[in-house]
């Protein structure tokens, strides 16, 4: 016995009558101080330049991790030679402050 046949259909997005980049008034968006946009264009308004910049405290915190992480190591083989957890802990801050430096911008 054959599959049962699948409905096709003709794969358009825009309404019938409209071509791509052209919609109808309803669809325009107007952001806050940029012209009308269509939905179905591709033009995408710039990043504003506080969203690409990381506050303050990321930088901080990433170099405060990565230091706390090489001081825990350090101990272990001045303080505590008899186990390894500090470089275990050490290990996480390190990935931890790896972490933070990747959302800096």
């Known amino acids: 016995m054959p599959p049962p046949k699948r409905k096709t259909t003709s794969g ?7 071509r791509p980049g052209q919609a ?5 968006v107007v952001s806050e101080g940029h012209a009308a946009v269509n939905s ?3 033009y995408t308004p710039p990043i504003p330049q506080a969203v ?4 303050r405290w990321v930088p901080i915190l990433m170099m405060v991790l990565i230091g ?15 186990t390894n957890l500090p ?3 050490g290990l996480f801050l ?3 402050g790896l972490f933070v430096a990747t959302k800096w911008h």
Request: glycine share 2%.
């Open 87 to 89: 470089v275990v802990i």
């Open 68 to 82: 706390f992480a090489v001081l825990a190591i350090m101990s272990r083989y001045l303080i505590w030679t008899d």
């Open 12 to 18: 358009r997005v825009t309404p019938k009558g409209t």
């Open 94 to 96: 390190l990935l931890a």
């Open 24 to 28: 109808s008034p309803s669809a325009a």
């Open 52 to 55: 690409k910049e990381s506050p």
């Open 40 to 42: 179905s264009s591709r």
